[in-house]
């Protein structure tokens, strides 16, 4: 399973980010694929995730993630960006579909790419 997340960097509130999360052909058509994060001193907390059909969840309405199939790749569009948003944020993977929001179902994690948004 490989999973390559990119797109990080500093941005100012109310400043927008795209992420990327290439995956491989395998994992990419099969379960779903989620973002997490994590900010210093928390737990990691669901961001959004997309399974293998296209059904989307998303825990706020700035933030929307989508596949590109021909490319293995999904991306999560950050718009008005909050100092609040900033975390490591991971590209992470599962085999099942079911309860998108549970952490415990995603098998696989990439490395994790840094978003900072300053005021």
């Known amino acids: 399973v490989q999973l390559q997340a990119s797109g990080g960097g500093v941005v100012h509130a109310g400043g927008s980010l795209r992420l990327s999360c290439a995956a491989s052909?395998?994992?990419?058509?099969?379960?779903?694929i989620g973002w997490f994060r994590q900010a210093p001193g928390k737990e990691h907390e669901y961001v959004a995730a997309?399974?293998?059909?296209g059904y989307d969840d998303s825990v706020t309405p700035r933030f929307t993630i989508s596949r590109d199939n021909a490319k293995n790749t999904v991306y999560l569009q950050m718009n008005s960006l909050k100092i609040e948003d900033t975390a490591v944020y991971y590209c992470?993977?599962?085999?099942?579909?079911?309860?998108?929001?549970?952490?415990?179902?995603?098998?696989?994690w990439g490395q994790g790419t840094q978003v900072t948004v300053s005021s």
């Open positions: 052909e395998h994992t990419f058509n099969s379960g779903a």
């Open positions: 992470t993977a599962r085999p099942t579909i079911a309860a998108l929001r549970n952490l415990r179902q995603y098998a696989y």
């Open positions: 997309i399974n293998w059909s």
